[in-house]
């Protein structure tokens, strides 16, 4: 089982940029695509960024399409969201989590390990 847990969460102006961090606790993070989610209150959780285990490839959802930017780095069994031009719709609960599935998934049922969520919340 892998672990993992996000940090970097907080309160942004609009036009503000933010970058998250997702930790895992085993090296075997390192073998699994990872992807960023958001869930905004009262809202379903929405896909957001994807990025093979071997960080060579990205797929990102359009509302996020050049302002968001995923990375890993595998040394440090650690995955990145580096957030710029944030909006308030931006706002909400972001999730990393783990799939041994295609990259390109984008429904949470597709990925095995969440971790637990950092608020991020971006006022206007």
């Known amino acids: 089982q892998v672990r993992v847990v996000e940090f970097g969460g907080g309160l942004v102006q609009a036009g503000g940029s933010l970058r998250l961090s997702c930790a895992a606790s085993?090296?075997?993070?390192?073998?699994?695509?990872a992807g960023w989610f958001r869930q905004a209150p009262g809202k379903e959780r929405e896909f957001l960024a994807s990025?093979?285990?071997?960080?060579?490839?990205?797929y990102y959802a359009d509302s996020v399409k050049g302002r968001f930017t995923i990375s890993r780095d595998n040394g440090k069994n650690t995955v990145y969201l580096q957030m710029n031009s944030l909006k308030p719709e931006d706002t909400g609960v972001y999730y990393c989590?783990?799939?041994?599935?295609?990259?390109?998934?984008?429904?949470?049922?597709?990925?095995?390990?969440w971790g637990q969520g950092t608020q991020v919340t971006v006022s206007s």
């Open positions: 989590a783990t799939t041994s599935r295609s990259m390109y998934s984008t429904t949470p049922i597709a990925y095995d390990y």
């Open positions: 085993e090296r075997t993070f390192n073998n699994y695509a």
């Open positions: 990025i093979r285990w071997s960080g060579t490839n990205t």
